[in-house]
């Protein structure tokens, strides 16, 4: 047993069997891989089947095509490329590594790719060929085509015909829902007639505004009536409380002061303060808080531009904006009364003439028209020819015209609704690059110029000596109209220097907050649309825009009344009629903080003493 031959016989067997170990592990392995790679080549089989392709290789071969980098024997004295499964088949010898492979494990692969090749075959049924799928664009389908060979040049009555597959129905099924569904505005519906013309649901809402506000008033009254006095509420009423007595105006004005002087960490720990005190549904002070933080902060961080424009770009829909303008006039008389004064104007200049062209600067949405088609259709000796032009500055996008064109199409609506003979021409440009062969003026027509509160758009002498103001202003008197209605923003946040402008702007809006505050319930969902869209953006160009970027310029009425003076205008005197039927109006639906009055020519409208717009008439 000590011999060195027994010892010599015993190692080779014990090699032996350690390689035999060796190689039924190597043949798993490999054999799995394989085998993964192979169920691969079957689950991919079925779709080559369906889009019509030719597979690789033939689904009876067990060994793949020479040119593919691992391949399975057909033969085992066959030369193959290396690979996990060429190197695994070049180690199996004789019939038993043979079985392996054709009983084993092709018997299983097989009954997998059954299995799959009948899912497939059942799904043949409803797919129909990819290259054989058009779009029929007469019924707004998916369709699969028939098409039959036949010799060049000749066309089979079969492959004209097209037959809808099955599994498409679905889409004819719902073809009325689709059609329905457009990129399109809304261009008029019961919506808009319902607040843009005055039948009596525009009054029904004052009324309905005024309760819901005096309901919210009395609830949260009855709140604090209703309040608990126990120690742990008045420890929390007293952490409120101090949290409520925060001058956010103050440090909104530190915070300014910060970024003024480069003092960006004081400024960053200035804004988590004034944020965590503030809240978009809080009071006005608080609402007023968050724009003005958030703007400060796209300032701090340089991105003031770009946030614009994105949010320019976003602009809302005409019927977000109606209901935002539904809100507005229900709570706030500056709107409606800008367009009393404005239609009043048109109609006592136009009373008696047959044909009425105006030319409005900053058209938008146009919802003052319908209601100024509305008091034509009343007149006594009956409608004149409307002719309207609208000029606005082109959106951003692939429709520059979009908005000034589906105003036109709503205006329509209304003067056909209303029996009057009705043109319109829509503009798409800068104020200031205006041609007036354009605006193809006729002399028997009672032109009238109308611009509402956009003048501060244009801009003014930081940008050139000979501003785009005065520009347009020497434009519409080369127009030469009958009347010029001009409504101008009274504000004096046009400093071209950050602090100073920053005050200015942050006393007017708290103005503008503090009035919804006082008009509008907190909890109203469309008050958020018009703090975000319309006040928001604003204070975000005039904060964090600078140069040519920031838009935003209003000046005091005074200012644009020598403006008007030197392009060659005569101020018209205030119509007594206006100005009572105004004050009227104010006194019966309104808030008693709201102001009417007048002042050199203008009328003013104002909150709690403070002058928000001006509006008067001017002739050539």
Same mark, same amino acid.
């Given at each position: ?27 798993d392995?490999?054999?799995r891989i394989?085998?993964?790679?192979d169920?691969? %080549? ?20 067990t060994?793949? !095509?020479?040119?593919? #980098? ?23 010898r ?32 409803f ?17 699969? #085509? ?8 000749? #066309? ?28 399109n ?23 309905? =505004? ?15 009536? =209703?309040?608990g006095?126990d ?7 007293g ?32 804004? /988590?303060?004034?944020?965590? =005190? ?35 770009? /976003? ?26 004064? !404005?239609?009043?104007t048109?109609?006592?200049? !136009? &009373?008696?003439?047959?044909?009425? =062209?105006?030319?409005?600067?900053g058209?938008?949405?146009?919802? %003052? ?25 082109? %959106? ?26 009705? %043109? ?8 200031e ?10 002399k028997? &027509? ?49 400093s ?11 006393f ?37 825009? &600078? ?12 200012r ?18 206006i ?8 006194? #019966? ?8 009055? /007048? ?22």
């Open positions: 047993m000590d011999s060195p031959e027994y010892s010599e016989i015993n190692s080779n067997i014990i090699v032996d069997y350690i390689n035999q170990i060796l190689m039924e592990e190597d043949t392995e490999k054999g394989c085998q993964q790679y169920a691969l %080549q079957a689950t991919e089989k079925p779709f080559y089947d369906i889009l019509g392709q030719t597979y690789p290789f033939s689904p009876n071969q060994m793949m !095509s020479s040119d593919s #980098k691992v391949g399975w024997p057909h033969d085992s004295s066959q030369n193959h490329p290396d690979g996990a499964c060429s190197s695994f088949a070049s180690d199996l004789g019939s038993q590594g043979r079985h392996l492979i054709t009983t084993g494990w092709t018997s299983e692969l097989d009954r997998l790719s059954l299995q799959f090749s009948r899912g497939a075959e059942e799904a043949n049924k797919v129909p060929s990819i290259g054989s799928l058009v779009v029929d664009l007469d019924n707004n389908v998916l369709v699969s #085509k028939q098409v039959t060979e036949g010799a060049v040049g000749q #066309k089979s009555k079969r492959a004209n015909k097209t037959k809808q597959h099955p599994c498409l129905e679905l889409l004819k099924a719902r073809k009325s829902k689709c059609s329905a569904i457009s990129t505005e809304t261009i008029r519906d019961e919506m808009f007639d319902r607040i843009l013309l005055c039948n009596g649901n525009i009054y029904r809402d004052f009324a309905d =505004h005024r309760k819901m506000m005096a309901k919210e008033e009395g609830n949260s009254s009855q709140n604090v009536q =209703h309040r006095y120690q742990g509420q008045e420890k929390s009423r952490k409120k409380q101090q949290k409520e007595a925060t001058d956010l105006r103050a440090l909104l004005t530190q915070c300014a002061q910060a970024l003024a002087s480069n003092n960006h960490p004081f400024a960053s720990e200035l804004l /988590k303060k004034i944020r965590y =005190h503030s809240s978009p549904y809080g009071d006005g002070s608080q609402r007023l808080a968050v724009y003005f933080a958030d703007v400060l902060e796209a300032r701090l961080a340089g991105t003031g531009s770009q946030m614009y424009k994105k949010l320019m770009g /976003k602009r809302a829909s005409a019927r977000d904006m109606l209901k935002a303008y539904r809100l507005f006039i229900a709570a706030c008389p500056f709107t409606m009364g800008a367009y009393y004064f !404005s239609n009043k048109i109609i006592n200049a !136009s &009373e008696g003439r047959p044909r009425v =062209h105006i030319i409005d600067f058209i938008v949405f146009g919802f %003052q028209w319908p209601l100024l088609i509305q008091r034509l259709a009343g007149q006594k000796d009956g409608p004149p020819k409307l002719r309207i032009t609208g000029i606005d500055i082109p %959106q951003p996008g692939f429709r520059p015209c979009k908005v000034i064109e589906e105003t036109g199409k709503r205006l329509a609506e209304y003067a056909k609704m209303f029996n009057i003979p009705f %043109q319109y021409q829509g503009i798409a440009s800068r104020w690059d205006i041609n007036t062969e354009d605006l193809k003026i006729d028997d &027509e009672v032109l009238i110029i109308n611009c509402l509160l956009d003048m501060k758009n244009l801009g003014d002498e930081t940008e050139d000596i000979d501003s785009a103001r005065d520009r347009v202003l020497r434009i519409m008197k080369r127009i030469n109209p009958e009347v010029l209605v001009l409504g101008v923003v009274n504000g004096l946040y046009n071209p220097f950050f602090l100073p402008r920053f005050r200015e702007a942050l007017r809006y708290s103005s503008l907050f503090d009035m919804l505050n006082a008009t509008v319930a907190p909890n109203h969902e469309d008050r958020i649309l018009i703090e975000k869209y319309l006040l928001g953006a604003d204070v975000l160009n005039v904060i964090a825009c &600078e140069g040519t970027e920031r838009i935003e310029r209003p000046e005091s009425y005074k644009w009344q020598v403006r008007s003076l030197n392009a060659g205008f005569k101020q018209l005197p205030i119509n007594e009629e100005l009572q039927r105004s004050i009227e109006g104010i006194k #019966k639906y309104y808030h008693d903080d709201f102001v009417i009055d /007048k002042d050199m020519g203008w009328l003013l409208q104002g909150w709690k003493g403070r002058i928000i717009h001006a509006l008067s008439s001017w002739k050539s």
